[in-house]
């Protein structure tokens, strides 16, 4: 394989900067929460909503970015996602109460939607064959660090700083990217004939947000209220109508033809428990670890690591073998450890002891998530046919952060509306739950790549 170009190291560079910012923020604001409550107020609440709030735009547009790039080009879209994504951060940063938070918050999630698809492409567009595998091994790798030092990161600048510089980590990155991007001088790329399904982006939008709404703010107005019930049916509506578009629009966001798939419907759905699970578990591992157990941030971010340590000696082997031996069984196995490992958390008590009560419930975890992980996306990724790879790869990941955003917003709805040992024991159950089932779905739906072509 020949070595890369300037200008092709110069991209991936590019494209792993722009992604990092938005993996960091995502492992940054868990253990920055306990802070944030005590400077701004709001409890539970507030916190479930710093947390959704950019998961919502997220979650809702980071489908309509691919279709954005393809209107405006790769650069101009990546571009504007690192300066939204920068002044926001500034923003909240600066935020004088708790709905301010909230609403850049959201506006950030808009920026981060921008970043990772128009990263891929970018990579897509400037490698081929080989060389474009490795390009999206290396960028997988570097991004994959953010988890490793964003809590720890995060838990330093808490303890020793401020909870606002947490989000000023970003402002260094973004600020080299936009000149690496300069230095690149690479003409954009435009597809004509491209457009954009605006209809389906307000209708996801509204569809997730009205559901968020009504789940978490249950806990402050009850289900009774016009505000609950009324947001709620508004939301389940707006997704009902979602999905006619996405079934009748010319170029969708969602292309329903994908789900038609086995292994593509089957993994999306496992996706759904697996990473609702995650999402929920790992925020409140984070509040209890401090506000319950009395942890700093700092510890409560190095509580992780051991995890992260595990996923990252391990997935490149575990990937090895789950192409030799095919997904499913990993895709059982992986989330079925990570059920066993949840309900270990059922033995912390009042005299905590993270050494005895935590550290095997995270080792196990760390152990069940390197299993499931490669797997996962080989399983989705490699049902569907190469040329449409990417819009695959843009739905799953998009899963993914939905049903972080529900699983989150499932928080005060399980805990009744305290996060007490009671809940945290509460939250341990049902996620161990949400595991086992992502772990029958594998089974169940999950097919080798063998018994596809049997069956084909």
């Given at each position: 394989?020949?070595?890369?170009?300037?200008?092709?190291?110069?991209?991936?560079?590019?494209?792993?900067?722009?992604?990092?910012?938005?993996?960091?923020?995502?492992?940054?604001?868990?253990?920055?929460l306990?802070?944030?409550?005590?400077?701004?107020?709001?409890?539970?609440?507030?916190q479930?909503?710093?947390?959704?709030?950019?998961?919502?735009t997220?979650?809702?547009?980071?489908?309509?970015?691919?279709s954005?790039?393809?209107?405006?080009g790769?650069i101009v879209?990546l571009r504007?996602?690192l300066?939204?994504?920068?002044?926001?951060?500034?923003?909240?940063?600066?935020?004088?109460d708790?709905?301010?938070?909230?609403?850049?918050?959201?506006?950030?999630?808009?920026a981060g939607?921008?970043?990772?698809?128009?990263?891929?492409?970018?990579?897509?567009?400037?490698?081929?064959?080989?060389?474009?595998?490795?390009?999206?091994?290396?960028?997988?790798?570097?991004t994959?660090?953010a988890?490793?030092?964003g809590?720890?990161?995060?838990?330093?600048?808490v303890?020793y700083?401020?909870?606002?510089f947490?989000?000023?980590?970003?402002?260094?990155?973004?600020a080299?990217?936009?000149?690496?991007?300069?230095?690149?001088?690479?003409r954009?790329?435009?597809?004509?004939?491209?457009t954009?399904?605006?209809?389906?982006?307000?209708?996801c939008t509204?569809?997730?947000?009205g559901?968020v709404?009504?789940?978490?703010?249950?806990?402050?107005?009850?289900?009774?209220?016009?505000?609950i019930?009324?947001?709620l049916?508004?939301?389940?509506?707006?997704?009902?109508?979602?999905?006619?578009?996405?079934?009748?629009?010319?170029?969708?966001?969602?292309?329903?033809?994908?789900?038609?798939?086995?292994?593509f419907?089957?993994?999306?759905?496992?996706?759904?428990?697996?990473?609702?699970?995650?999402?929920?578990n790992?925020?409140v591992v984070?509040?209890?670890l401090?506000?319950?157990?009395?942890?700093?941030?700092?510890?409560?971010?190095?509580a992780?690591?051991p995890?992260?340590?595990?996923?990252?000696a391990?997935?490149s082997?575990?990937?090895?073998?789950?192409?030799?031996?095919g997904p499913?069984?990993f895709m059982?196995?992986?989330?079925?450890?990570m059920a066993?490992?949840?309900?270990?958390?059922?033995?912390?008590?009042?005299?905590?002891?993270?050494?005895t009560?935590?550290?095997?419930?995270v080792?196990?975890?760390g152990?069940?998530?390197?299993?499931t992980?490669?797997?996962?996306?080989?399983?989705?990724?490699?049902s569907?046919?190469?040329?449409?790879?990417g819009i695959?790869?843009?739905?799953?990941?998009?899963?993914?952060?939905v049903?972080?955003?529900?699983?989150?917003?499932?928080?005060?709805?399980?805990v009744?509306?305290v996060?007490?040992?009671?809940?945290?024991?509460?939250?341990?159950?049902?996620?161990?739950?949400?595991?086992a089932?992502?772990?029958?779905?594998?089974?169940l739906g999950i097919?080798?790549?063998?018994?596809?072509?049997?069956?084909?």
């Open positions: 394989m020949p070595p890369p170009s300037r200008a092709q190291r110069l991209v991936l560079l590019i494209a792993i900067l722009a992604s990092f910012v938005s993996f960091l923020d995502g492992t940054v604001v868990n253990v920055a306990p802070a944030i409550q005590r400077e701004l107020g709001g409890g539970l609440i507030t479930q909503w710093v947390v959704d709030a950019y998961l919502i997220l979650g809702a547009l980071i489908l309509v970015a691919g954005l790039s393809d209107v405006f790769r879209i504007v996602g300066i939204g994504f920068g002044l926001t951060s500034i923003a909240i940063a600066a935020a004088p708790p709905l301010f938070l909230v609403i850049a918050r959201g506006l950030q999630g808009i939607a921008l970043l990772v698809p128009s990263s891929l492409a970018l990579i897509t567009s400037n490698f081929r064959g080989p060389a474009q595998a490795r390009a999206i091994g290396i960028w997988t790798a570097s994959t660090a988890m490793l030092v809590p720890v990161m995060g838990g330093l600048f303890d700083l401020s909870w606002r947490v989000f000023l980590i970003n402002v260094v990155p973004i080299v990217t936009l000149w690496l991007l300069v230095v690149l001088r690479q954009d790329v435009r597809q004509p004939g491209a954009i399904d605006w209809a389906g982006a307000v209708l509204v569809g997730l947000g559901t709404f009504a789940l978490i703010e249950q806990q402050n107005l009850g289900w009774s209220n016009p505000a019930w009324g947001t049916t508004l939301g389940i509506l707006a997704l009902i109508g979602f999905v006619v578009r996405q079934a009748t629009a010319t170029q969708p966001m969602l292309p329903l033809s994908l789900f038609k798939v086995r292994n419907w089957s993994g999306n759905i496992a996706t759904i428990f697996i990473y609702g699970a995650l999402s929920l790992g925020l984070a509040l209890y401090q506000q319950g157990a009395g942890l700093s941030a700092t510890l409560a971010g190095l992780s690591l995890t992260t340590l595990i996923m990252m391990l997935s082997p575990i990937g090895t073998l789950s192409g030799k031996w499913r069984l059982t196995v992986g989330p079925a450890i066993v490992g949840y309900l270990l958390l059922l033995t912390v008590t009042p005299e905590f002891n993270y050494w009560q935590v550290l095997p419930s080792v196990l975890t152990f069940g998530l390197v299993i992980v490669a797997p996962l996306t080989s399983a989705i990724l490699g569907i046919e190469p040329a449409r790879s695959a790869s843009a739905v799953n990941n998009a899963v993914a952060r049903a972080g955003l529900i699983g989150v917003a499932l928080l005060g709805v399980v009744g509306g996060l007490d040992l009671e809940g945290f024991h509460r939250i341990a159950i049902f996620t161990a739950a949400l595991m089932a992502g772990a029958l779905v594998s089974l097919r080798n790549s063998a018994v596809l072509e049997s069956e084909g």
